[in-house]
């Protein structure tokens, strides 16, 4: 299993969720997140240099998937967080030792 953790920009939320569900994904977590990347976040020309100014507000999702799902996933969320522009977002993705449904007790890929 892994974790597909994806930091996009929030007007994006509705249409990466739509994406996800038309392939099959059946559970992801959401937050509220900021942060920066190598623009450190928007930048004002002061004086001729460019200054961090603040961090931006961003949303994570957060996908447990099974290994043979994962490039399917991280494909769809490519394709609909896309603008083009500077923030787009990037996507993480890690091993995840074990999954656990806490009704059933069912495990790993069972439980995902
Ligand atoms: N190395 C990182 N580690 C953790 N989070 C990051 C990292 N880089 C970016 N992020 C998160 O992703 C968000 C969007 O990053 P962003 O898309 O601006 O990356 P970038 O490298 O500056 O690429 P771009 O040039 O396309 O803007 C950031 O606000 C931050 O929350
Ligand atoms: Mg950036």
Not at 21 to 48: A, L, P
Not at 81 to 92: C, P, R, T, V, Y
Request: overall charge negative; aromatic content about 6%.
């Amino acid at each position: 299993m892994k974790k597909v953790e994806a930091i996009i920009k929030p007007f994006k939320l509705d249409e990466v969720r739509e994406a996800l569900t038309e392939v099959g994904i059946t559970g992801m977590t959401v937050t509220e997140v900021k942060g920066f990347g190598r623009q450190k976040g928007h930048t004002e020309i002061y004086r001729g240099a460019e200054y961090a100014v603040d961090f931006l507000p961003k949303i994570k999702l957060e996908l447990v998937l099974p290994d043979a799902l994962v490039e399917q996933a991280v494909e769809t969320i490519i394709q609909a967080a896309h603008s083009g522009k500077i923030g787009d977002g990037k996507i993480f993705v890690s091993n995840i030792e074990q999954a656990i449904r806490i009704r059933t007790g069912e495990r790993d890929d069972a439980a995902v």
